[in-house]
């Protein structure tokens, strides 16, 4: 019954690394985003997706790659983790790309060690 | 640049009285603003939203006020309850079609 889901829920992991979060919603929504939530709060977004298409791609360094392989589901791939990294990771969906509200996920803790 | 924010950081108000949280936006082609709330440990929730052409709109115990010519949005809370205790954030979506989001504000409710 989930609308947005995202997994894992907490990530540990070695600097250097490559890991993997996996969202997926189930609102027949077209539009999906990947926010990043630092240690303040600050919510800030990185990518978003309309109908597997980039359509919005914040300055975030090139190890962070999204692939969306379906209009359902947004994974976040990242390289060569750094402990700057280490933050709260939420996935969300719109029904448009505009003007509609974002339904988002419980949100994915990365810890860079 | 585009910004949102907060006036205040936390805000402790006694249960049952009304709570106001405010926003100042500074892109003026926002036309779309929502209000969400973020419990500890979970993603935000939406709580209400409002047009630019609509400078009032009423929801369960909450309210929204809009006013373009200062950039200022508002959310009212009635008869604050425990369970409002959350970080509340506003955000807007302007002709970038980001949602772009306020630093949050920290409710706190006293029993």
């Known amino acids: ?113 | 640049g585009e910004s949102v924010g907060l006036h205040l950081p936390t805000l402790s108000v006694q249960e049952g009285d009304n709570s106001i949280i405010n926003c100042a936006y500074s892109n003026s082609a926002s036309d779309y603003f929502i209000w969400y709330k973020q419990e500890s440990g979970k993603g935000p929730q939406f709580i209400i939203d409002i047009r630019s052409n609509m400078d009032k709109r009423q929801g369960q115990r909450v309210t929204v006020l809009l006013n373009k010519t200062v950039k200022h949005l508002s959310l009212q809370i009635a008869a604050t309850q425990p369970g409002d205790s959350a970080v509340y954030f506003c955000a807007e979506n302007g002709d970038t079609g980001k949602l772009i989001f306020g630093q949050g504000t920290t409710l706190q409710v006293k029993p």
């Open chain 1, 1 to 113: 019954d989930t609308a947005v889901s995202q997994t894992p829920k907490y990530l540990v992991t070695q600097m250097g690394n490559d890991k993997s979060i996996k969202c997926e919603q189930n609102l027949g929504h077209d539009t999906m985003y990947w926010y990043k939530q630092d240690s303040k709060k600050f919510l800030k977004i990185m990518f978003s997706y309309n109908n597997k298409e980039l359509i919005i791609n914040e300055t975030v360094p090139n190890r962070f790659s999204p692939k969306s392989p379906d209009k359902a589901h947004l994974n976040l791939h990242i390289n060569s983790l750094e402990l700057g990294d280490s933050a709260v990771y939420f996935c969300a969906s719109s029904q448009a790309n505009r003007g509609t509200e974002a339904f988002f996920g419980q949100g994915t803790r990365l810890t860079v060690v």
